[in-house]
């Protein structure tokens, strides 16, 4: 084979692997922890005579990331059978004053670091294609000192206290996104929703700040909540702690996995690399 054939013949399987090589990706987890008993908060879809009712928490990402799935924890009704969960919907807010009205309508205290009046992505089990769930009971009896369900007002009225204690089956929700979430650099808040043939599903408190093994990251967020529909105090949010109860403030029992997705500068670094190699391995072929 002469030079110039061998020359091209290698120019051309380089490139050819360059193209078809997949860039390299980290693995991506978030973690609040396991719940640590202080309160459950309505997290629920609407039905006939029930307002949807919201309760997100945040994460942060540090770069552009495909999010599989997900984990949260919650109270389901003492003796709920498993089957009786008809619905799983997951929702991405990014923080106020993004996807918002801007200033807003004063019916709360702040919507200072709330979450968005409006999602920018969601999954919903009742959607083909968007996401599956299992669900495991973790404990069949389980205590949370408080918890917030119907007391969710406008101000002057946003401080009730709380709701008192609850007791229900404590269930691990195991979420799979058929469509992955694709987020850039950003903070997010994390909303899920179950909907029940009968009751209501509350998502139970971590530890604010995040200990181990869970995620630490500043700035934490507390909760928030928020009833939506006819009446009810969407686009707003109200704090969990700060507004409603006068305790914690609170984290909220969920996980995330998946994988980072390099950026263009690490195709620019491995093409640049390859480029080099190519160079160097011609220039001892033409010698």
């Known amino acids: 084979m002469n030079k110039r054939l061998m020359i091209t013949c290698m120019v051309t399987v380089c490139i050819a692997l360059f193209i078809a090589m997949p860039a390299a990706a980290d693995s991506f987890s978030f973690n609040t922890g396991?719940?640590?008993?202080?309160?459950?908060?309505?997290?629920?879809?609407?039905?006939a005579g029930k307002l949807e009712t919201e309760?997100?928490?945040?994460?942060?990402t540090t770069q552009a990331t495909s999010i599989n799935s997900a984990t949260f924890i919650g109270l389901l009704p003492l003796g709920t059978p498993l089957s009786n969960v008809m619905q799983v919907e997951i929702e991405l807010y990014h923080i106020f004053p993004i996807d918002s009205t801007n200033p807003p309508d004063g019916r709360v205290l702040t919507r200072m670091n709330s979450p968005s009046d409006n999602n920018f992505a969601a999954r919903d089990s009742?959607?083909?294609?968007?996401?599956?769930?299992?669900?495991?009971?973790?404990?069949?009896?389980?205590?949370?000192?408080?918890?917030?369900?119907?007391?969710?007002?406008?101000?002057?009225?946003?401080?009730?206290?709380?709701?008192?204690?609850v007791t229900g089956e404590e269930v691990q929700f195991n979420v799979t996104f058929t469509t992955p979430f694709i987020v850039g650099k950003d903070h997010i808040f994390f909303r899920p929703e179950v909907g029940?043939?009968?009751g209501d599903f509350l998502w139970l408190s971590t530890p604010k700040p995040i200990v181990s093994p869970g995620t630490p990251f500043n700035p934490d967020l507390q909760t928030w909540i928020r009833t939506d529909g006819p009446g009810a105090l969407a686009p707003d949010w109200e704090r969990i702690g700060?507004?409603?109860?006068?305790?914690?403030?609170?984290?909220?029992s969920f996980s995330?996995?998946?994988?980072?997705?390099?950026e263009p500068s690490t195709l620019?670094?491995?093409?640049?690399?390859?480029?080099?190699l190519v160079g160097f391995t011609l220039k001892k072929a033409v010698a």
């Open 196 to 198: 029940l043939s009968s």
């Open 256 to 262: 995330l996995t998946g994988t980072t997705i390099p």
């Open 242 to 252: 700060t507004d409603v109860t006068h305790q914690g403030p609170f984290n909220a």
């Open 268 to 276: 620019l670094l491995l093409g640049t690399g390859l480029l080099a």
């Open 34 to 47: 396991s719940p640590d008993g202080l309160i459950a908060t309505l997290s629920r879809v609407a039905s």
């Open 126 to 165: 009742k959607v083909p294609g968007q996401l599956t769930f299992t669900t495991t009971v973790l404990n069949p009896r389980f205590t949370a000192l408080n918890s917030v369900v119907n007391g969710i007002n406008p101000k002057p009225n946003q401080f009730t206290g709380g709701e008192g204690p």
């Open 55 to 60: 309760t997100a928490d945040d994460f942060v």
